[in-house]
Nanobody, 117 residues
Framework: QVQLVESGGGLVQPGGSLRLSCAAS????????MSWYRQVPGKERELVGT????????IYADSVKGRFTISRDNAKNTVSLQMNSLKPEDTAVYYC??????????WGQGTQVTVSS
């Protein structure tokens, strides 16, 4: 059974940090590009960043560049999103997705991140 399970969300004050994790199972994790997306109600899902299958390449949205870092551990089938200097506009549900051959095959259920004082 394929699963992507996000964890690590929560409430944090502006300027704070959170680390999200996504645990994968049921598929060959190391062959997939992994991405983090986020979504707020009423808006389209927004790409936060992407990491290549062996972690050599990363891409970030301009809005998070320099503050967020994606990493992965293929031995543990996990991908992480370290979020620093959080802003209220980072508030969203964060999802991890697994992509191969140009399409997303799997999604997690999402984890809520709220940045508020």
């Amino acid at each position: 059974q394929v699963q992507l399970v996000e964890s690590g969300g929560g409430l944090v004050q502006p300027g704070g940090s959170l680390r999200l994790s996504c645990a994968a199972s049921g598929f060959t994790f190391s062959t997939y590009t992994m991405s983090w997306y986020r979504q707020v109600p009423g808006k389209e899902r927004e790409l936060v960043g992407t990491i290549s299958s062996f972690g050599r390449n990363t891409i970030y949205a301009d809005s998070v560049k320099g503050r967020f870092t994606i990493s992965r551990d293929n031995a543990k089938n996990t991908v992480s999103l370290q979020m620093n200097s959080l802003k209220p506009e980072d508030t969203a549900v964060y999802y991890c997705g697994a992509r191969r051959a140009g399409k997303y095959d799997y999604w997690g259920q999402g984890t809520q991140v709220t940045v508020s004082s």
